[in-house]
């Protein structure tokens, strides 16, 4: 049985998400499988994979193959690093202590980019929501002023027209006197 390591969908439509599963090579995409394995969503940025690595690792020493996506899932998760650092232990090239404390580094590392590739996304966030209330601002600022405008031409026509009566209330009281 040629065995394959690869994604199964699932999701509604226009929002994927995969599971990463085992399954022959000759089942259908979303059909039977031997095991699950773990999960990726890519619609998160960065894309989140949840993955049990020590199952990863088994089936891709027993040779099961990837495919490219999932091949690029597992080297971005370390399971190849981990292959390649058990073949050097075997060979003689150093002990697994020495493995664990590479992969260890080369795990911290990678987990402090995609910590600063959150806090991007976060801080872009930010300034975007920012610039966004400084024009709603602008914008409530140009529409206050045109208010009070408006408000003070009709307190200007008001006291005008105020004027007006009182200056013809005081001209017909002027007339019948004259009379």
Known sequence: MATKIRL???GRKGYAFYRIVIADSRAPRDGKFTEKIGTYNPNTNPATVDLDFD?????VEC????TATTHNILKGEGVYLMKHLRGGVKKGAFDEATAQKKFDAWKADKQKGL?????GEAKAKAEAAAKELEAEKKVNEA????????????AAAKAEA???AAANAEA???TPAEA
């Open 8 to 10: 199964q969908r699932g």
């Open 55 to 59: 199952r990863a690792l088994y089936w």
């Open 63 to 66: 040779g099961a193959q990837p």
């Open 115 to 119: 910590d600063t590739v959150r806090e």
């Open 143 to 154: 529409i206050a002023k045109k208010v009070a405008e408006k408000k003070a031409a009709e």
């Open 162 to 164: 105020e004027a007006e």
């Open 172 to 174: 017909t009281e002027e």
